[in-house]
């Protein structure tokens, strides 16, 4: 089945500074969604990509899906403490089934 | 409108006793998921159901762990015999559909420890 892994699995910056994390798979993907789960909370859904080389941004938030449809990445740029948590790729199939990255933890020190 | 709800909040059990956990999707959503996640961990997949469709149960660990979903709408999920690795979170989501282009709206959880 479709796996994503996901890097760097932890990630510590400076408030200000840029933060990325990649998602890559072997196998081409159908979509990617990108989700955020607080510290204590439960997953919250961003954003999703379907096109190939898509881009989307969200404020600070810059979401990318890579032209062979099997990587896509996340950055944030001037990070505040808000953004504190774990982010996490997930693929879909058309059939239902999630695959969700193991995520990057993200601790911005103020 | 009301977000996925899930009961118990934390359920604390002994060893070798069955659990029953609970998920109340979002009205009309007819798609439902259930992830188990370890402390510091990813999501596990470990069932999903669509509308009245047999479920996708390949996720599911072993033979201990069983969910319905009765009339398209709340879903149970049961472990038997409960074993201390099965301590962690378990989450729920649900969306309008099981395609690849909904998302997924998550409950709060159930924090599961098996002493």
């Known amino acids: 089945g479709q796996q994503v892994m996901q890097i760097p699995q932890y990630q510590h910056v400076q408030e200000g500074e840029d933060f990325t994390t990649y998602c890559n798979s072997s196998t081409t993907l159908s979509n990617i969604q990108w989700y955020k789960q607080r510290p204590g909370g439960h997953p919250v859904f961003l954003i999703q990509?379907?096109?190939?080389?898509e881009v989307k941004k969200q404020k600070r938030l810059t979401f990318q899906f890579g032209e062979a449809k099997k990587n896509s990445s996340l950055h944030i740029t001037a990070t505040q403490t808000t953004d504190v948590g774990t982010y996490f790729c997930?693929?879909?199939?058309?059939?239902?089934?999630?695959?969700f990255g193991d995520g990057t933890t993200l601790t911005v020190k103020p | 409108g009301a977000g996925v709800s899930q009961s118990p909040s934390n359920k604390v059990t002994e060893k070798g006793k069955d659990v029953e956990l609970r998920c109340d999707p979002i009205?009309?959503?007819?798609?439902l998921y259930w992830y188990r996640q370890s402390l510091g961990q990813g999501l596990e997949f470990l069932i999903y159901?669509?509308?009245?469709?047999?479920?996708?149960k390949s996720g599911l660990p072993s033979d201990r762990f069983s969910a319905e979903r009765t009339g398209g709408s709340v879903s149970t999920l049961t472990i038997q015999r409960t074993q201390q690795e099965d301590s962690a979170v378990y989450l729920c989501a649900s969306s309008r559909l099981a395609f690849a282009s909904y998302e997924q709206y998550f409950g709060p959880g159930t924090r599961l420890t098996v002493t």
């Open positions: 990509l379907v096109k190939s080389g």
């Open positions: 159901f669509q509308g009245n469709s047999a479920p996708d």
């Open positions: 997930v693929s879909t199939t058309n059939a239902g089934k999630s695959t």
């Open positions: 009205s009309g959503h007819t798609a």
